[in-house]
């Protein structure tokens, strides 16, 4: 089974910093690993994407400068360091992984997600 447990949400001031752990388990291949948010009222959203190994990122141009995803292999976590964080930002974030020989930056190719941890900046 594919487990993808998120942690690191918190409410915030404008400005802030956050950083969001998601710790990955099960047989898949972790290649392409993602953080997307869902504002209040409206769709879930890709925010960062990273394929894991190669270390290539992708951001959505809400997140570009601001938020960093990274991963460490030896702890099975992906990361979101999230700075400047505006009102915008608030949100439930979700961890998610992809099959293997899907692209990384195509957003719609993420279908395993974690619980989801709410981020509110105010």
């Known amino acids: 089974d594919v487990q993808l447990v998120e942690s690191g949400g918190d409410s915030v001031e404008a400005g802030g910093s956050l950083r969001l752990s998601c710790v990955v388990s099960?047989?898949?291949?972790?290649?392409?690993m993602a953080w997307f948010r869902q504002a209040p009222g409206k769709e879930r959203q890709g925010v960062a994407a990273i394929v894991t190994g190669a270390h290539n990122k992708y951001y959505a141009g809400s997140a570009n400068g601001r938020f960093t995803i990274s991963q460490d292999n030896a702890k099975n976590t992906v990361y979101l360091q999230m700075n400047s964080l505006k009102p915008e930002d608030t949100g439930i974030y979700y961890c998610?992984?992809?099959?293997?020989?899907?692209?990384?930056?195509?957003?719609?190719?993420?279908?395993?997600w974690g619980q989801g941890t709410q981020v509110t900046v105010s």
């Open positions: 099960g047989y898949f291949s972790k290649r392409c």
């Open positions: 998610a992984a992809a099959d293997d020989g899907a692209w990384c930056s195509d957003w719609a190719d993420y279908t395993y």
